[in-house]
Nanobody, 121 residues
Framework: QVQLVESGGGLVQAGGSLDLSCAAN????????WAWYRQAPGQQRELVAQ???????NYQDSVKGRFTISRDNVLNIVYLRMHSLKPEDTAVYYC???????????????WGQGTQVTVSS
């Protein structure tokens, strides 16, 4: 069984920084693409950033130059470093991963439990 466990988040003033991390736990053979999504109240969940196994990164336009996604393929952890935070970054942030579990031939998508990020003006 595979679980994604998030940590980080919290309350920060505009212009500040926060770090998020997400660890994949369980019987894992490999993690393919990691991603961070966010969902603000009353809005749809949106992709913030993703990183492939070969470390190719992709960002939503609104966070380019402010957020950095990275990964550790040995520990099966993904990070999201957020700088110059704005009130509009306030949302619940979810990690997402395509995971191949031990004994499985195919990948399955898993989600973290979500962590709140609140940016005050």
């Amino acid at each position: 069984q595979v679980q994604l466990v998030e940590s980080g988040g919290g309350l920060v003033q505009a212009g500040g920084s926060l770090d998020l991390s997400c660890a994949a736990n369980g019987s894992i053979l490999r993690v393919n693409t990691w991603a961070w999504y966010r969902q603000a109240p009353g809005q749809q969940r949106e992709l913030v950033a993703q990183i492939t196994r070969s470390a190719v990164e992709n960002y939503q336009d609104s966070v380019k130059g402010r957020f950095t996604i990275s990964r550790d393929n040995v520990l099966n952890i993904v990070y999201l470093r957020m700088h110059s935070l704005k009130p509009e970054d306030t949302a619940v942030y979810y990690c997402n991963a395509d995971v191949q579990a031990l004994g499985r031939e195919t990948y399955r998508t898993y989600w973290g439990q979500g962590t709140q990020v609140t940016v005050s003006s």
